[in-house]
C-alpha cells in the first residue's frame, strides 16, 4: 500500500480485535471494549472482534481495518500481524518481525546491548539445564534479589522477586507448571518505575510525557496495576528532567531498533545516579481510557478518542514492505 495514502476513516469498517486465550485476555478485553466504545462514539463504524471465538479465516471481507487490542501470547508475538498481512487486512501497531522480537525479552536485551542500550542482567531458564547449573550462572553473574518472570508476557503476571537463592530454586522448580513455555532470571534494580509512549500523529513520531509510578507492594506487580490505591502516579513524571529526557531519547532510540510502527510503551527502571535501564518494550501498549499510554497522550494534548482515531490511522502508514 502507498504509504501516502490515509483514507478517510469515517468511510472504513473498524474491527477492533481483542481477547483471544492469552493469560493477558482480561486486560486485552478491557483495551477492545474502551477503544470500540470511543471510535463508535465518534460516529465510526466499529465492531467488536474477540478473537478467541471469531477465527480469522472469517474476517476477510468484514472489515476494512484492524484496530488491535490484543495483549500476550497470539497477540503482540506477530503472530495474528501475519496472519492479518496473509488476509490482506491494514492494522495497527508494529510488523511481524518488530512485534516477535518485542515480545521475546531475551532477544530484545540482546539487541538493547548490541547497541550499548542499559537494561538488567538476565539469565534464561532452560528446562534442559539442570537446575543447580542455571543458579550457578546466577549466583555469578547476578546478585540477589532477582526477578523471575515469563521470557514473553506483560502486565507483570507470573512475575516475583526471589530474594535468595533457596527461593529461587522453588520458583525454578515451580516454573514446570506454570503456563508460560519460557521463563528468565532478571537483576532486580531498585528505583521508579516508568514508561515511555510514542505515537504516530499525521505521519510525525510524537514522543509522549514521562509517566512514573510508585508502587506500594514490594514491586510494579500485577496487583498495583490493577488497583488504583495501591500507587501513586505522575505524569508528567516529577524526576528530574534531564532523567526524563533520557528515558524520551531511549524510547525512540528503541523504535527504531525493533523497527516498531506506529505505536509503542518502553518500559524503564530509574535507578540510583541517575541510572535509566531498559525493561522491555510493548509494541501493543493497553487501550484501556484510563491507561498508561491514554495517560501520557493527555498529558501530551491528545484526548483519548482523538489518540485511538491516529492509531486506526497508522494501519495505513506502512511501509510497502515491513518485515
Not at 508476557?153 to 522477586?161: E, F, R, T
Not at 532470571?185 to 514508561?195: A, D, M, R, S, W
Request: with cysteine; hydrophobic share 40%.
Amino acid at each position: 500500500m502507498n504509504v501516502t495514502t490515509v483514507p478517510d476513516i469515517a468511510t472504513l469498517r473498524i474491527g477492533v480485535l481483542c481477547g483471544g486465550n492469552s493469560p493477558e485476555r482480561p486486560g486485552s478485553i478491557a483495551s477492545g471494549e474502551h477503544a470500540a466504545k470511543a471510535l463508535a462514539a465518534a460516529g465510526l463504524t466499529t465492531e467488536l472482534i474477540d478473537i478467541a471465538y471469531a477465527p480469522l479465516s472469517g474476517l476477510h471481507g468484514s472489515m476494512d481495518v484492524a484496530l488491535l487490542g490484543l495483549h500476550g501470547l497470539g497477540g503482540e508475538d506477530g503472530k495474528i500481524q501475519g496472519a492479518l498481512e496473509t488476509a490482506g487486512i491494514p492494522y495497527t501497531g508494529s510488523g511481524v518481525l518488530a512485534s516477535a522480537v518485542g515480545m521475546h525479552k531475551p532477544t530484545f536485551k540482546h539487541l538493547l546491548l548490541n547497541r550499548n542500550i542499559d537494561t538488567p542482567r538476565w539469565v534464561v531458564i532452560d528446562p534442559h539445564i539442570s537446575i543447580e547449573a542455571t543458579l550457578s550462572v546466577v549466583r555469578h553473574t547476578i546478585s540477589y534479589p532477582v526477578f523471575v518472570k515469563p521470557s514473553s508476557g506483560g502486565g507483570s503476571l507470573a512475575a516475583s522477586i526471589a530474594h535468595d537463592e533457596t527461593t529461587l530454586r522453588r520458583m525454578i522448580e515451580a516454573t514446570n507448571a506454570q503456563q508460560y513455555a519460557e521463563y528468565m532470571v532478571e537483576e532486580y534494580v531498585p528505583g521508579i518505575p516508568c514508561t515511555v509512549g510514542l505515537v504516530e500523529v499525521n505521519g510525525r513520531l510524537v514522543t509522549l510525557p514521562v509517566h512514573d509510578v510508585e508502587s506500594k507492594n514490594e514491586f510494579y506487580d500485577y496487583a498495583a496495576k490493577h488497583d488504583p490505591t495501591l500507587r501513586t502516579e505522575h505524569c508528567p513524571s516529577i524526576l528530574p528532567d534531564h532523567l526524563t529526557r533520557t528515558m524520551q531519547h531511549l524510547a525512540r532510540s528503541v523504535f527504531r531498533l525493533i523497527g516498531a510502527h506506529g505505536v509503542l510503551r518502553v518500559d524503564f527502571i530509574a535507578g540510583a545516579n541517575g541510572r535509566a535501564t531498559v525493561l522491555e518494550c510493548n509494541t501493543l501498549p493497553g487501550l484501556s481510557e484510563r491507561g498508561n499510554l491514554a495517560t501520557m497522550a493527555h498529558a501530551g494534548g491528545i484526548d483519548y478518542p482523538v489518540l485511538m482515531q491516529h492509531l486506526v490511522r497508522t494501519a495505513f502508514t506502512k511501509p510497502a514492505y515491513l518485515p
